[in-house]
């Protein structure tokens, strides 16, 4: 079974620029024109990677019980499968790993959500919160050592 998590980041940029700041290797990108790209990196990492770009965006999510609702204007979401040969703990650092480097090279807010269902992380005004604790981050050691929040 895969595992769908999306990084909804509030910007104006491109999605080949997001996947500049997100170090993805050149090699395995599929470039599209510029607002969609994918790259399979899931021999590897475990995980295959989406980019895309659009106008106006919606994310919805439970965060610890609580619902988030956020509309940001112009977004890049960046959609990461899991369910490669990497074993998915791993996948799942390795999956943070890029978030976290993403969230490191530029000031957006952001939203992570796995399945459309529950957030794991969000950034808005520049603080960054780790939400669902006991759903996810305390079954996966590897990914909550990665990121702080």
């Not at 994310?59 to 959609?79: C, H, K, N, R, S």
């Amino acid at each position: 079974m895969s595992l769908d998590y999306r990084l909804t980041l509030a910007t104006g940029l491109t999605a080949a620029q997001i996947a500049e700041r997100a170090l993805l290797p050149v090699e395995a990108v599929s470039w599209g024109d510029g607002r969609a790209l994918g790259a399979n990196l899931s021999g590897t990492l475990g995980v295959d990677v989406t980019l895309r770009s659009a106008r106006h965006g919606y994310v919805d999510a439970d965060t610890d019980g609580e619902p988030l609702e956020w509309e940001p204007g112009p977004f890049v979401a960046i959609t990461f499968g899991l369910g490669g040969s990497v074993r998915s703990g791993q996948a799942a650092a390795n999956m943070i790993a890029v978030v976290r480097r993403v969230l490191e090279t530029g000031p957006e807010d952001a939203a992570l959500v796995v399945n459309g269902d529950y957030l794991l992380v969000a950034r808005f005004g520049g603080h960054l919160v780790k939400h669902n604790h006991a759903r996810w981050w305390s079954a996966h050691p590897a990914a909550d050592a990665v990121i702080g929040g």
